[in-house]
């Protein structure tokens, strides 16, 4: 008798509750390992291996499986599929080119500019972009609050994009732009890259930032994604009023700017 391989499968399941009677989606992409969102939320990567499945419990009900790669080029596909309780159901997503890489350097469709590789939104989240300017005021959440603000945005792919992002501190402190120039002083990051430039130099023009790029931006502290390495109770951020990079609580209101590509 031949005896046949079985493939291992990747199980997460769609919730803590526990459910009585639930449905078995079984989800394969080409190219493989590609994020898995259903919903809108992320739940995986799909297998790089032929054969292998990736496998998700869901109750009854209608869902979108979405599919995406980066991978030098930016690949997406998406598909309605019912799944039935008791049941088995398998998906196939292909995935298809949806855009070139970001140019190193200049400007993006869609309320966005690329600096050194990475496309940032030009308007704070909260703030509407005009097609020349910034309006409104931006929004104020704590910093655990600010890590969610992404999903709204990948939910309805804005600007055609669905990876967009908390910035690390790094990056966040990259777009200061000090008239002055900036202080001697340096700050370590713990990100284990080197100290950078912790702040402008006195009468630095405000705020410190290219606000032709960004414009209409508040000289105000802004969230990054990086938790602070020495204290539970903090997190990093910009303060785009003097340039200063440094820890806060993370309970605190500050705005958030997102970000998409690189890491």
Known sequence: MKLHRL???????????????????????DPGDAQIFINGQRKGNSPSQDGQSFAVKLPQGEYTVEGRKSDGQDYYGKKSVYVAN????????????????????????????????????????????????CVGSAKEYTFDEAQQVPRMFNATGYGGKRDWRVPTIRELASLRVCSTGFTNKTKDLQDGGSPVPYGCNDGSSKPTIDTVRFPNTAASNVWSGSPYANGTSYAWVVDFDDGFSHYNVRSYGYGVRLVRGGQ
């Open 86 to 133: 008791d049941s088995l159901q398998t998906v196939h997503i292909s995935l298809a080119k949806v855009n070139l890489p970001p140019k190193p350097y200049g400007n993006a469709a869609n309320g966005s500019t690329v600096v050194n590789g990475l496309e940032w939104l030009r308007c704070s989240v909260g703030q509407q972009w005009t097609g020349t300017t």
């Open 7 to 29: 493939l291992p499968v990747a199980l997460i399941s769609f919730s803590a509750i526990a459910y009585a009677d639930m449905g078995m989606l079984r989800i394969t992409t």
